[in-house]
């Protein structure tokens, strides 16, 4: 369960299902605070975050998927966003809100590339559908 500093980011589901949790706030005590929402998102399907909506979450892929889960996390600052940092906000295990900073599996640049590489090579036909 963790939080973003109030950026907005969208979620895009590649490969897989992803189970989404949605909470009001962060809490030390995980067995105390229910998710208020629950969704699981297909492949293609696309869920999202902002400042006001969805900042706290988990996401999963859960043990009854029998594929990989692949999603595409995109997130953006506002101008005036005060408190923009690279972290996850969570809580650990002995009640301390802690920073993750996630790490890329790729350079944006290098998947860009990759990604019309791969564009390139589909049929007209895929393009349009």
């Known amino acids: ?25 962060l809490c030390p005590d995980k067995n105390e605070l229910k998710p208020f929402a629950i969704s699981n998102f297909k ?9 006001d909506l969805n900042q706290v979450h988990q996401l999963k892929n859960l043990e009854t998927n029998n594929k990989a889960c692949i999603t595409m ?24 809100l802690q920073q993750y900073e996630p790490d890329s599996d790729m350079d944006f640049v290098e998947f860009k590339q990759l990604m019309k590489t791969e564009w390139n090579k589909r049929s007209l036909k895929d393009k349009l559908f």
């Open 43 to 51: 492949k293609d399907e696309i869920t999202w975050i902002s400042p």
């Open 73 to 96: 996390n995109c997130y953006i600052y506002t101008q005036n966003d005060k408190t923009h940092y690279d972290y996850f906000d969570y809580i650990d295990s002995n009640a301390k």
């Open 1 to 25: 369960i963790h939080s973003h500093a109030n950026t907005d980011a969208i979620i895009r589901v590649l490969r897989g299902e992803i189970n989404v949790k949605l909470y009001p706030f």
